[in-house]
């Protein structure tokens, strides 16, 4: 007598599987892996930054997904949220990037920016010279290379 193995259906309790492909900015070609329809954009991210990593692939990217963005590469500019599902928009291919660095401009006001400050409203005021002359004068140091 036989025992036939009955195969259970998994797809059927999680949802479709697509398969999809991510490029990421700066490395040589897409990274291709199969996902549920329902997995959220940040399972997503990281599954792909594993795989990335496993690879061996450059840049570097790190492991924080807080400094990483998603986009659908056929549904527009904005970037996929890491708490919706993947197959929200209906794509396959994704852009995978890194977050532009924010940069802190910290204005100081030192006696030297004070004095060419001060200098830049003279000249202006007296209408002499005009704005190259200004920029000559202040920046007459030299720069000596090595």
Known sequence: MMIQKTKKN????KGNRLLISI?????AGPLRFLVNEEELVA??????LR??????????????????LLYSAN????ALSPWETI???GGRN???????????????????TVKLTNEFLRINKKGSGSWKSWINKSLSFKISSH
């Open 75 to 78: 549904a527009g500019t904005d």
């Open 10 to 13: 998994s797809n059927s309790s």
């Open 51 to 68: 795989n990335y990593a496993r690879e061996g692939r450059l840049p570097i990217l790190g492991s924080d997904l807080n400094n990483l």
């Open 43 to 48: 399972a997503v991210i990281e599954t792909a």
């Open 87 to 89: 197959g929200s928009r």
């Open 94 to 112: 994704f852009v995978l990037c890194k977050k532009a660095p924010i940069a802190a401009v910290n204005v100081v006001a030192t006696p030297k």
């Open 23 to 27: 490029n990421v900015l700066g490395s």
